[in-house]
């Protein structure tokens, strides 16, 4: 059984930069994709970023392409999120997401139904 456990979350002033960390634990990840979602108060789950494991192909949701980047450690059975100029309008739950099966496209990835497994999520504010 694999396990998401987030961390990195916090209060920070709008232009901030600031790291987020998923590790997963149980089977080592050798395929699939991690990913990261988010949901603000009142809004629906958004898709952030995704990697995939077996060649480090990464994607990104809309808003997010250039300030956010998504990489990972295989050796940790980690994915981490570097968020960069962070606006108030990044404020809400992150959630780490993964699947250790098939060689997901692009498509696929950015859907939260892809993933079998999901963190507690961490929380980010940003806020003046």
């Known amino acids: 059984q694999v396990q998401l456990v987030e961390s990195g979350g916090g209060l920070l002033l709008p232009g901030a930069s600031l790291r987020l960390s998923c590790t997963a634990s149980g089977p080592t990840f050798t395929t699939g994709a991690m990913g990261w979602f988010r949901q603000a108060p009142g809004k629906e789950r958004e898709f952030v970023a995704a990697?995939?494991?077996?060649?480090?192909?990464?994607f990104y949701g809309g808003s997010m392409k250039g300030r956010f980047t998504i990489s990972r450690d295989r050796a940790k059975n980690t994915v981490y999120l570097n968020l960069n100029d962070l606006r108030p309008e990044d404020t809400a739950i992150y959630y780490c997401a993964g699947n250790n099966r098939g060689r997901p496209i692009m498509s696929t990835m950015t859907s939260h139904k892809y993933y079998a497994y999901w963190g507690q999520g961490t929380q980010v504010t940003v806020s003046s």
């Open positions: 990697i995939r494991w077996t060649d480090n192909n990464a």
